[in-house]
């Protein structure tokens, strides 16, 4: 990275830090979902920083898109809204930085690769790093097709978050734990998001595999609602990704129903 871009750019808590500082208090990372612009650009703004307020060490605020492959019902029904009420790309960057500027803990977008490439891959990365985001996680992106996402987040210093899962082979495994900086995301089923009642007997074996491949912090997403599930992978995993639980209770119960579960989820109330 350049000076000059040095310059330009706020100081940001990356993923890796927010999830280190967790380790150092004896504790699994949490990290908090929500879909930008649901139910509207504001109200984002205001249950990302009650999450915070509540526990959660990562934001992951992700960008709807009209063709999501991972997103389960109840995150793309809230998409669905959000792309209805006019939500654009670009306000991305504005939410990212009003989060940012209300709390400390790391914010991550989550993106599919689409969006990203129309606004200009390099584009998107000076802006996301100018908001104070700290990078981007990316679920239909594959090592071998990111050279040019590499290459941009690297000069501006942002986190990469790539996928694993029960399926991945030893060698996509090893691949793509080497292509991650932040974390890496581990996902515990073969399927969309969702709230499940069990965490999937596959999930610590995915962790496992990571780990063994060299990552330093292997986070779990999909499936997980409840405070006794973040104990439970929290026991062998670094971090633990709450999404569709909580935009339920934003949907059913607003900020207050969004700052009630994360309270409960990081164990800060029963």
Not at 150 to 166: H, I, N, T
Request: aromatic share 6%.
């Amino acid at each position: 990275m350049t000076e000059a871009t040095n310059q330009q750019l706020p100081t940001v808590r990356s993923a890796a830090q927010a999830i280190e500082k967790a380790r150092s208090e004896g504790r699994p990372a949490l990290i908090c979902y929500l879909p930008a612009g649901y139910p509207n650009t504001q109200a984002t703004i205001d249950a990302a920083v009650a999450m915070a307020k509540n526990g959660a060490d990562v934001i992951e605020i992700g960008i709807p898109y009209s063709d999501p492959v991972m997103d389960g019902e109840v995150i793309q029904a809230a998409t669905v809204e959000s792309l209805a009420n006019g939500f654009r790309v670009p306000e991305i960057f504005d939410i990212v930085r009003a989060v940012t500027e209300q709390c400390d803990a790391a914010v991550e977008v989550m993106t599919y690769w689409n969006p990203v490439m129309r606004v200009g891959v390099e584009e998107f990365a000076r802006r996301l790093a100018e908001a104070g985001g700290a990078g981007l996680i990316t679920p239909d992106l594959i090592p071998d097709e990111a050279s040019e996402w590499f290459e941009v987040s690297d000069k501006y210093g942002l986190d990469r978050v790539f996928l694993v899962a029960p399926s991945s082979t030893p060698e996509r495994m090893e691949m793509t734990v080497k292509a991650s900086r932040g974390f890496v995301y581990c996902v515990s089923v073969m399927g969309v998001t969702g709230a499940r009642d069990n965490v999937s007997a596959a999930t610590q074996a995915v962790v496992d595999r990571a780990h063994a491949a060299g990552a330093e912090r292997a986070c779990v997403g999909l499936g997980v609602s409840r405070r006794e599930h973040v104990e439970e992978i929290g026991a062998y995993a670094d971090g633990v990704i709450v999404g569709t639980a909580l935009v339920a209770a934003l949907r059913d119960r607003g900020i207050d129903g969004v700052a009630e579960l994360t309270a409960k989820l990081s164990g800060r109330t029963q």
